[in-house]
């Protein structure tokens, strides 16, 4: 499967944006002898930022597939409950809460067992509770690493 | 022979545990599906802050060597690789499998992969120490050029379009220069606070190799992966052996092959198993039974798959410049410890770097003897479902990479990085160069800033760099690694062609 052009176009694009303007901030930050590598990586980057930009543009972009609408689809539920988890949860409501949470949702929306089932949401409960404890056991009791809490642990 | 004064370290209890631990869990992780090497590494990383530089480079020398190994375990069995190296084993395995002889095929996997393992370590033990001699000669610009060629050579190599390969590596290489310059007393390129410190090479790691791969069985949705699972009847142990030691010219190629390819900075294993597989088809004297369940066909690309691993350390201990993209995660770890690779490791760390060594040496004997005993148990694991091992693998990104600095900014880095990371690849970019080029930013900086104030104070910069008989062959080096790439992505569209054989295999 390939992508189409518009859908190489617009990453190309991204890039040589960014190519863009990391080498205008290279030239004009001041003091330049801090700046001299980063300009040597620049005059790099936007040449091959360009040339990857015109070759996407003329169709010439052979390799990678792209991301369909389908994967897209199924992205979006877990890209949510990442961004959720990591922006927001894991501070407000404390980080082994919110990754339980996190784990739970993950695990819930894209197994493919159907909702109705008691017995697999239990399933689901338990796993999610093994793992967290696995995760409790490593990171607090042996690596003793201090986690923000927030409204719970 | 000074390494056999520094094997009694990998016998100590904790350090053999270590090795234990890491060979069992590498294994289960490499068969695992969508767990590739590179991510095992990257993960496990954090859990090595607790112990001392020796243990913890154990548990990941371990974990590095038995990941490539297991991955054949879900190669042979599911038709699934484990990790990349492992595509071309899935070609003969499976097909071997099929045909009733699942526990043969697993056999010669492992019994290869030992055989190819033990020689690329004793490579590594013998060529480190002289390489690292021949580094001393090296000054501020000759370490820059190797710096640069490590990018050129990965971004080249190591993707499916050089041009993005290239463009991978220069992305890295400008995020390394993200913040505070401590010799001009500046900051660069600082959008927000949590850049202030820079972007933390474990973290990005993790966020690079784990997140998308995380995202991409997001894109599989709810579909209940239904894995055919095929039975392994038992088969004696001592044939196999036979047939290993009779196979002493596909050993040959994939142990040269192998070694070959991990001393070449940056090409990894993908590519030693894949060459094996070819040379080994071309040379055979029945190449019309490649694909069709061969043995000929596992021994020479598993042999070359961990071949690869030991050599691949050699640049990375003496020049700062990972074989491998897993080497490269490594790289990560020593630094992390306060293990600065270079000429002097040998002077400055001997006991530290060569029980990593010797614990590898160990280790390959270790994973024969587990993956001969845990294959069948391991295929079960690699059946575990897929929104557990998302949400598992999340979870543990999350927790990985907060605990370096326990740092929330370390964390949305880590998630930003995966989530770019996971569009980019979609579009043809790799991880690989990306990584290399913010691991050897730094280095190709510094000996930069080195060679510009040593050139300021001589006939200037152009005379310094680009002049010199070393300077000149690693330039000639660098173009060459771009133009044959060039050559083969523009002219011939061997790219293309690698592309299409890998979809076939997967």
Redesign the interface.
Known sequence: MN?SRL??II??GA?FA??MT?TW?SFT???A??????R???I??II??S??LA?AGLGM???????SS??A???F???IV??I???FA??ALG?YFA?AI???A????????PFSSVKDWVKRIV?TAA??AV?YG??AL???????RGLLI | MEFLGYFGGVFEPVALLLLLGGTVGGLVLGATPGLSPTMAVALLI??T??LTPTQGLILLGAAYTSTVAGGAVSAILLKIPGAPANIATALDGNAMARNGEGARALQLSFLASGVGGVIGVLLLIFLTPVLAVWALKFGPSHLFWIAILGVTVIGSLDS??F??G??SG??G??LS?IGY?E??G?E??IFTDALTGGIHIIPALIGLFAIPQ??E????????AAIESIAVPKYSIFDSVREVARSIRSLSIGTTVGAIVGLIPGVGGQIAGLVAYDQSRKFSETPDKFGKGHAEGIISAESANNAMVGPSLVPLLTLSIPGSPTAAVLLGGLLIHGIFPGSNIFDKHPEVIWTFINSMLLGQILMVIFGLYTAAWAARIAKA????M???V???A??GS??VQ?S?GD??IM?ALG?GMY???????SAAPLVLGLIL?PI??DY??NG?MIAAAQNGLFEYFFTGGLNLILIFLVISSIGYSFWTNMIKGT??DV?ARTEVAE
């Open positions: 992508a859908q190489h990453p190309a890039i960014l190519a990391v901030l930050q001041e003091p002898e801090a700046f001299v590598f980063p040597i990586i620049s790099a980057f091959l930022a040339w990857n070759r972009a052979r390799v990678g597939g792209g991301l389908a994967e689809r199924h992205i539920p877990g890209l990442m961004l988890y990591v922006f894991a501070k980080f990754s996190a784990f739970f993950v695990y819930s929306i894209y197994d493919p067992v796993i793992f967290m995760i490593l990171f042996v690596l003793q690493v201090q986690t923000p | 954090p859990f802050f607790h499916k379009s041009v993005k290239l463009l220069c992305i290489l400008w220069q310059d010799i001009q500046t660069r390129f995380v995202m069985m997001f894109a599989k949705g709810r579909v209940s479902p897929v929104p557990i998302a949400a598992g999340l979870v543990l999350m927790f907060y605990s326990q929330m964390v949305h998630l989530i569009v980019l690849e979609k579009f043809g970019f930013g190709a900086g930069f800033t510009a790219s293309v592309e």
